[in-house]
């Protein structure tokens, strides 16, 4: 089992999909004289060319729509946005074209297509750089959107999106790149739609995905040291489809759940856990839901706002006291 | 064929029954029309009938247990017949479950919902209240007897009461409570506002759960004595200090507390009073007792003054009357309830059609009811449905107060003690016999001023009993 980054995990999975099929290429700004913005498409260029290997004008939905062009003729594009805030140029492309070109044209075309970038905020990016994706995708049917907060996950995420025949939404964190993990050396698959127990516990599910695994990851740390509090933490990991049965086993088992998410409260992820959650596990609950997400304003660029506005460890461990009835 | 006991609607605004006790037991044999079990409802004490004959197979609560209505309670059968399926599925927690009558195999297949809606056909038909002869339970359900917010009262939940009576629980201590047959109303809350939580419940198990439920009160304990007896009682004779003591609530003082919730809230109340000179109806009372002391009849104060309402809501009809949402109803008799007061509460029986009887008769009959809702044994019809009420608790030295109306009737009448007083007549200061009354008013039916003429005639009767014969 090798400790690799998360750029270097998807750096992986890329390769070792292209290596797989010769019909998976890759498109978008700088990836491949510049190795990727956040060189995530290290060394690709050199190893397959840039037949594969293709860097395009800064014109995002020129580009996305080349690629669902592609898809629709039989390749397997990966399309790389710089960040998902550039996205939104492309967000025609990717949610009317296609999310919409299964169902429209009656079956006949499906769009093998993955696209990906970072999203959330990094540091001191601002309002138009810091935002979250997250719900812009997992909102619209047609759409699977992946989240992944561990190096493990990216790898083994980026290749079930890639091999999947339908359009993939890939959200990456920039602040993620360089987290380190344990990756293992084989051939590693993560389904689509399926959570994962990062933590076991008793006490209270912390529900998180994508950056907030780590955030949830330190919380439980404290509860534990300081509270005496066992925390069960479940990663997402992929919000659409939404593996909500992990999170409702859990609930059922603690009876307390923190709803955890980067983006801004109001529809969010978070709230659609809630949602679940007070209908599934109705008669399990022994505290209302509690939900922490960052505040409901535009990203600040000073940094000690930056760091108020996003949600910390300490807030996902006042919550969880909160639902345990100990603060 | 097994035969299904289950818990009776025994009363209108019955929701759930004590078992009093069993008058039966396992093996014995017993036929139609037999007594089967003594039922505390929330009004009265009454008699569970059996619907069929057979063996006494099982009986599945014990006295004192207290269950929703239409659960399952007993079941009746051949002596060698297997009744498991009927048992085992029996939780008499399982709620509104209601019991049907004779099952086969292919009932049994059905569904769940089909089964639910089947039993509550055959509940009624299974176990009937005592004393309910058959035309009248088919001709009158006694639900239809009551107002509409009775009717739904009836079929409320558990859940729903205890959201009225606003006991904050999580689910899961709700559920933990129900799984451990603990009381979830007798178990403290820590959590925000009082809210009950899984630690609490945790605790209340650990500790061997809330105490057990009291007895319910004696029956034929002195009844009247305590008033009294409290209220002169010798401070030396009373211990340094009180225990602290939580009364449970009956089923009676359960629905008093509701309906009357139901009554000052939505009931927009407002009071007349007056003061009347009691002398002549005293007198008239006294000569009338004179004349009729042979047949053993006595007419009370309060039998004058229930023959005056009646008369007097004769001569006003818009005071006899209900507010019906979108109408006002005027009622074709006066029924008069009287407020009695019992060991735990109090009960309004009704002297029916007051304004056809004589005062012979009112007294002859409001005597025994009052001696029979003392002693618990009135029929559901002989307490519902009246159209005025009043109350008096002049006996307890009260001069005078305000009552609260018992829906659907539009006015209470509130009637206090009578003294003897200084009063200015003609411009001397004479001696006479007064008596305060205070009649509270649903302002939806009755305006100020039209129940201001029903007092008007109703002291005029009084003051001047040839007023009643006019």
């Known amino acids: 089992m090798a400790v690799i980054t998360y750029r270097e995990a998807l750096n992986r999975a890329l390769r070792e999909e292209m290596n797989r099929d010769e019909n998976v290429f890759l498109l978008g700004e700088e990836v491949g004289e510049y190795d990727g913005a956040y060189k995530v498409s290290k060394g690709l260029l050199d190893e397959f060319g840039e037949w594969r290997i293709r860097d395009t004008p800064i014109a995002e939905n020129g580009f996305a729509g080349l690629g669902i062009g592609a898809a629709m003729a039989g390749l397997r594009p990966i399309v790389e946005f710089m960040t998902w805030n550039f996205a939104l140029l492309a967000y025609d492309a990717i949610v009317n074209s296609a999310a919409k070109m299964l169902y429209m044209s009656g079956g006949q075309y499906n769009v093998p297509i993955v696209f990906r970038g970072p999203g959330g905020a990094a540091l001191q990016l601002s309002a138009q750089h810091s935002q979250v994706p997250d719900p812009w995708y997992a909102n619209i049917p047609g759409l699977k959107v992946c989240t992944p907060g561990t190096p493990a996950d990216a790898l083994g995420l980026l290749k079930s999106a890639i091999r999947d025949d339908d359009p993939v939404v890939f959200i990456e964190g920039e602040l993620l790149y360089n987290v380190k993990g344990e990756v293992p050396d084989e051939e590693h698959i993560v389904p689509i739609g399926v959570a994962d127990i990062k933590r076991e516990g008793s006490d209270v599910t912390l529900v998180c995905h994508s950056k907030m695994v780590k955030v949830v990851t330190d919380a439980a740390g404290i509860l534990a040291d300081e509270h005496e509090v066992e925390a069960e933490i479940v990663d997402l990991r992929t919000i659409r489809p939404l593996d909500i049965d992990t999170v409702i086993e859990s609930v059922k088992k603690t009876s307390r759940a923190v709803v955890v998410q980067e983006g801004s409260p109001h529809s969010g992820i978070g709230a659609q856990v809630v949602d679940d959650i007070q209908r599934e596990a109705f008669d399990h609950l022994d505290a209302p839901v509690a939900r922490v997400s960052s505040l409901d304003v535009p990203m600040h660029y000073a940094r000690p706002v930056e760091k108020h506005i996003l949600p910390s460890a300490d807030a996902v461990v006042s919550a969880a006291l909160h639902v345990c009835y100990l603060d | ?470």
């Open chain 2, 1 to 470: 064929m097994a035969t299904k006991v289950v818990m009776a609607q025994l009363s209108p605004t019955m929701e759930e029954g004590k078992l009093v006790e069993w008058k039966v037991k396992e093996g014995d044999e017993v036929s139609q029309g037999d007594i089967l079990a003594e039922v505390e409802t929330d009004k009265a004490n009454m008699d569970i009938e059996a619907m069929g004959g057979g063996t006494v197979r099982a009986l599945l609560i014990s006295e004192g247990d207290v269950v929703e209505v239409g659960a399952l309670i007993g079941v009746l059968g051949d002596p060698d017949e297997d009744i498991s399926d009927l048992v085992d599925g029996a939780k008499p927690s399982a709620g509104a479950q209601a019991g049907g009558d004779e099952r086969d195999e292919a009932a049994s297949a059905e569904g769940p919902e089909d089964e639910a809606d089947d039993d509550a056909e055959q509940a009624e038909a299974a176990t009937k209240p005592a004393g309910a002869d058959e035309s009248r339970a088919e001709a009158e359900p006694a639900a239809e007897a009551e107002p509409a917010p009775d009717a739904a009262d009836a079929g409320a939940t558990i859940e729903e009461k205890r959201s009225n009576g606003r006991v904050k629980v999580s689910p899961l201590a709700r559920r933990m409570a129900e799984d451990a047959g603990l009381d979830i109303a007798r178990i403290e809350g820590s959590g925000p506002g009082g809210r009950i939580v899984k630690s609490d419940v945790q605790a209340a198990i650990e500790s061997g759960g809330p105490e057990a439920e009291e007895e319910a009160p004696e029956r034929g304990a002195p009844e009247r004595a305590a008033v009294p007896s409290a209220a002169v009682r010798s401070a030396a004779l009373r211990p340094a200090r009180l225990e602290d003591e939580r009364i449970e609530a009956s089923q009676m003082r359960k629905t008093i507390a509701k309906r009357l919730v139901q009554s000052i809230g939505p009931v927009p109340h407002f009071f007349l009073t007056t003061e009347i000179d009691m002398g002549r109806a005293l007198d008239l009372r006294k000569a009338l007792n004179e004349r009729l002391s042979a047949s053993g009849v006595k007419v009370g104060v309060n039998d004058l003054l229930l023959k005056v309402a009646a008369e007097a809501l004769a001569r006003h009809p818009e005071i006899n009357a209900s507010w019906a949402e979108d109408a006002i109803q005027r009622h074709g008799s006066a029924d008069i309830g009287i407020a009695v007061a019992v060991p735990d509460g109090l009960i309004t029986p009704v002297v029916r059609e007051a304004d056809r009887k004589g005062l012979a008769q009112i007294a002859g009959e409001a005597s025994d009811l009052i001696e029979r809702a003392r002693n618990r044994k009135l029929k559901p019809e002989e307490y519902t449905g009246a159209t005025f009420s009043i109350s008096n608790l002049g006996m307890f030295g009260i001069d005078e107060f305000t009552a609260i109306i018992n829906p659907p009737e539009a006015a209470i009448l509130a009637v206090g003690q009578t003294v003897e007083k200084p009063v200015v007549e003609g411009g001397e200061v004479v001696v006479r016999r007064r008596m305060r009354v205070t009649m509270s008013c649903d302002h939806r039916v009755i305006d100020g001023a039209t129940g201001a003429v029903f007092l008007q005639t109703y002291r005029a009767m009084l003051e001047n009993p040839l007023e009643l014969v006019s």
